[in-house]
């Protein structure tokens, strides 16, 4: 998945104000501990890290 279909997906899903909250404030276990941001700069791919987001928020597998 692509860096920025990532952040449209989140933006989408989240509002452009908390998308960027849950990006850089909520730690997710199963991301290892880390925030989407530091997911994402550790190499972890975009498509797992959204993932991880839509299991953490419930978000609906139509929009997964």
Known sequence: ?????????????F???RAGAVARDHVF?????RTV???L???????EVWL??????DVPPARR
């Open 1 to 13: 998945m692509r860096l920025t279909y990532f952040r449209e997906l989140m933006e989408s899903e």
């Open 15 to 17: 509002g452009v104000a």
């Open 29 to 33: 276990a199963e991301l290892g501990g």
């Open 37 to 39: 941001e530091e997911a």
């Open 41 to 47: 700069e550790a190499g972890i791919d975009a498509r």
């Open 52 to 57: 991880a987001v839509c299991n953490a928020y």
